[in-house]
T-cell receptor, first 114, second 116 residues
Framework: AQSVTQLDSQVPVFEEAPVELRCNYSSSVSVYLFWYVQYPNQGLQLLLKYLSGSTLVESINGFEAEFNKSQTSFHLRKPSVHISDTAEYFCAVSLIQGAQKLVFGQGTRLTINP | DAGVTQSPTHLIKTRGQQVTLRCSPKSGHDTVSWYQQALGQGPQFIFQYYEEEERQRGNFPDRFSGHQFPNYSSELNVNALLLGDSALYLC???????????????FGQGTRLTVV
């Protein structure tokens, strides 16, 4: 079975400061890795994903995540955050083969202060 | 192109009642998955439907059941509602693939169920 641990339930940062949201996973087989974002009263939106290839993946709005197989981590980073980045962020994994069930972490609430 | 649509957006039910939630997948998608997101928690997988059959199921009791129709839309039914069933119910659609790639699941806005 797979599991995901998000190490911080809440992360407050100031606007334009860098941020890192931590994610560790456990799986005995290879998995795909995802970061989803959830704005208040909305569903989930895919932020970025790692399927294969380069271990550093980037999103169109400045976020990036690095897959580290040896540490079983997939931390999310942004060098300079904006007020609009305030949201809940979820790390998730799925098996490479078979059904595409997602296993989510508990989420990290990112709060940006002016 | 409409994404994943869910109805209703909000629902209030009394303990012991039954509820049906509906989901229309993104155009071109053939697989629908349902998740329960309790307040302050990550989504938990309930089950997945493909070709009108339940293909995978999470750790949820039989009170939770579903259906997929020939047009790929889906329903989630919950019987004998408990207070603990209060949550945001999310539907996600995707495309069954046999090769790596294009494994993104698209989520709807969810149905907020409150059991009183």
């Amino acid at each position: 079975a797979q599991s995901v641990t998000q190490l911080d339930s809440q992360v407050p940062v100031f606007e334009e400061a860098p941020v890192e949201l931590r994610c560790n996973y456990s799986s005995s087989v290879s998995v795909y890795l995802f970061w989803y974002v959830q704005y208040p009263n909305q569903g989930l939106q895919l932020l970025l994903k790692y399927l294969s290839g380069s271990t550093l993946v980037e999103s169109i709005n400045g976020f990036e995540a690095e897959f580290n197989k040896s540490q079983t981590s997939f931390h999310l980073r942004k060098p300079s955050v904006h007020i609009s980045d305030t949201a809940e962020y979820f790390c998730a994994v799925s098996l490479i083969q078979g059904a595409q069930k997602l296993v989510f972490g508990q989420g990290t609430r990112l709060t940006i202060n002016p | 192109d409409a994404g994943v649509t869910q109805s209703p957006t909000h629902l209030i039910k009394t303990r012991g009642q039954q509820v049906t939630l509906r989901c229309s997948p993104k155009s071109g998608h053939d697989t629908v998955s349902w998740y329960q997101q309790a307040l302050g928690q990550g989504p938990q997988f309930i089950f997945q439907y493909y070709e009108e059959e339940e293909r995978q199921r999470g750790n949820f009791p039989d009170r939770f059941s579903g259906h997929q129709f020939p047009n790929y839309s889906s329903e989630l039914n919950v019987n004998a509602l408990l207070l603990g069933d209060s949550a945001l119910y999310l539907c996600a659609s995707s495309l069954v693939v046999v090769q790596m790639g294009n494994t993104e699941a698209f989520f709807g806005q969810g149905t907020r169920l409150t059991v009183v």
